[in-house]
């Protein structure tokens, strides 16, 4: 069992930057892969991006390459999301999710989920 909590949200204006975070408790966080997914008012839940278990491997959606990063300190149990010039349609709820040997980062689907944490880009 991984209980995930994340923070950092906000409200930030456009060009500027936000760094979420999300916390796990439970056991082996580092044989988790982890993702940072993010659903806006009436659309899907979309994947923003992933990282393994180790760190050496990541992916990130097209929306958001060059301007995301994604990481993790597996001996602070928690994966973070630098995001850089930030735009008005990355505002949504950011969520966390853990899943354990996806095949194929992009195709992580979430074993475990935080409830989310708020973010809003004003123009």
Excluded: H
Excluded at 52 to 62: H, I, Q, S, V
Aim: with cysteine; net charge positive; proline share 2%.
């Amino acid at each position: 069992q991984v209980q995930l909590v994340e923070s950092g949200g906000g409200l930030v204006q456009t060009g500027g930057s936000l760094r979420l975070s999300c916390a796990a408790s439970g056991r082996f966080f580092s044989s988790y892969a982890m993702a940072w997914f993010r659903q806006a008012p009436g659309k899907e839940r979309e994947s923003v991006a992933a990282i393994n278990w180790n760190g050496e491997n990541t992916y990130y959606a097209d929306s958001v390459k060059g301007r995301f990063t994604i990481s993790r300190d597996n001996a602070k149990n928690t994966v973070y999301l630098q995001m850089n010039s930030l735009k008005p349609e990355d505002t949504a709820v950011y969520y966390c999710a853990a899943e354990l040997l996806p095949k194929l980062l992009q195709l992580i689907k979430g074993d475990y989920w935080g409830r989310g944490t708020q973010v809003t880009v004003s123009s």
